[in-house]
DNA sequence: AATGAATGAGCTTTCATTCAT
DNA sequence: GATGAATGAAAGCTCATTCAT
């Protein structure tokens, strides 16, 4: 149903592979690793890594549309909670600590604000979408301070994903996610 | 006090220059824009730049550690304050709207935690401790929760200034020094 | 005589295909154009290309090859003509104006003095006799004149030829044949 | 008085170690010889072929500046005979012989028709210019037949250095000039 | 036989760093 | 001290060729 005919088997798995791979190695060592790199870890020649992904660029893209399209699958899905005060909550807590590697959601989501024109732009209005629907309800339901907009929450998604790099425990999530419920909530 | 004999005075403003045109091109243009560029930018020879700063690794240190000094100096500048609770919060709003510049806080901060053993550690500590007083009394005037420290305070400057490059508004700030807040200060 | 099985129906038609897309893709893109172009303009895979000729050198030769055969059959052709002189320089014309591709007469004949050792070794005696027959008949007939040989001719067919990829009108090939008269014959 | 500061002796030196070593290791072995090459037969570093021309395309562009700037000085000079069939003659056979390396006047002459927008166009028309001073003085002394103008000139003048390449003796610029001769000229 | 994914040597280019001027 | 030309390791990317499907 893609307008490219789907990948012989041996090449999907080859594409996946490297994309791990690529996830692994810029998370541990930077997104400055050769390219080289990526492909010994995947076990694969660079050729290979270039013939799926034309070029460096493309390939962190890649990566960050796979992030994104996690965020907003796992917004979606708890969109759907009958409770949206905790579904929000949850959601913002769950997605901060998924960030445990280097490549951050931060890295991710800084391109939501700074391609807005490539690859990267659907899964961004996607990301945002979801988040507006599963931050309204949770407004609505006077869980969360009505005067943040989706755009606030995600700049506070990287802020959060970003401090846990410099302690790597729940507080200063915690501390967020206080500042953000509703005065009433306490 | 230092080990070096004093510079000469050309080289003295020199160094300076380099320093400037670092800031500013790494900002504009990101830390992996070429030694080359910076000299340009200062009006010197790579050369020159090589003179003052070992390599570019020690560049970057010095800007991070010019940062930090600034913190530094203002959180205790801020300490003499005789409202704790303001002086807290005021300093960590204008530190996280100082930040305006690429090269955030946020990769100053970065260091504080990653190289703790270099030419950065000693202004790291210095860091640490004034932000440690500052939070201390605040939290004494029960102006700021007990269960933060000076770790998660970092680890908040570095999340906000991140958030700032998303949102460049107040409000993910606010939301950020809400959290803070202790619990009776409402 | 040839010392292969003919191939199949279906490997015979592929051959020509790639041929064919060869001669016109190196011409119009010259002929540091991918292998995989090529295959792509043929509508086969590349494995097929590479099947067909082991090497990109191969495929090169191979249409060389084809290019330096019409020649030769062109020369044989023109050689019954009664008339001698005509018949020459009718020929030599013709064969200049024909090579209006890219991948010029000038490149199939670089080969015959450049690499006269391997698969182009025999159509470029080939080629040589014609001419020579030719030429000899010409000259006999007083119509071109005496102190030029085959060598000279083939050098002044890939001259006027690249003479044409400048001046793409008759003129660089009008003054090449008067030169080429027999004084007597004005 | 150039626009640019001059260089300094030893760089100046340098530039033109790489565009001899250039011009002999392009001839010797084909315009596709890496860069490295070049620079291992200049002596130098990769790195001091690419200050000098910032790309492969650059370096080729400025081998060919050189040779054309040599066919226009030489035309400007034979114009100022005061016999002017002569002069032409000599220059067009000079010329031809001159190109005696591979990386022929054909190569240089290539550029001439093809980029007419780049760094090769002024000197382009600098040769345009002072060949068609010499030949309209050839043509008005009755030496030059009157039906070729200039760019048949420089298709010949590529015709026959490419001429050269498969007979390398005088014979077939022989033929070119005599047609190049007014007929009355006999 | 045909296909096209995989390979990896090799190419162009960049850039931190050194050193002659 | 300052300069900027020179260096060469290393990066991104291409492409002839091989081989599993």
């Known amino acids: 149903m893609t307008n490219a005919r789907p990948l012989r088997a041996d090449a999907q798995r080859n594409r996946a592979r490297v994309l791990a791979a690529a996830e692994w190695v810029f998370a541990e060592r ?104 599963l931050l309204q309800q949770a407004q609505r339901a006077g869980s969360v301070r009505r005067d943040v907009d989706v755009r606030d929450v995600i700049a506070l998604l990287a802020g959060a994903s970003q401090a846990r790099r410099y302690a790597p425990d729940d507080r200063p999530l915690d501390v967020i996610l206080d500042g953000l419920r509703a005065p009433s909530a306490h």
Do not use: C, M, Y
Request: aromatic residues 6%; glycine residues 6%; proline residues 4%.
């Open 30 to 133: 930077g997104t400055a690793t050769s390219t080289e790199e990526v492909a010994r870890a995947a076990g694969v020649g660079v050729g290979t890594v270039f013939r799926h992904f034309p070029s460096k660029e493309a390939l962190l893209q890649a990566l960050v549309v796979q992030r994104l399209a996690r965020v907003a699958a796992d917004a979606r899905e708890h969109a759907t909670s009958p409770n949206a005060g905790a579904a929000f909550f949850d959601f913002f807590a769950a997605t901060v600590r998924g960030s445990a590697t280097k490549l951050e959601l931060v890295d991710a989501l800084a391109e939501l604000g700074i391609h807005p024109d490539d690859a990267v732009a659907p899964i961004a209005e996607e990301v945002t979408e979801a988040l507006a629907a």
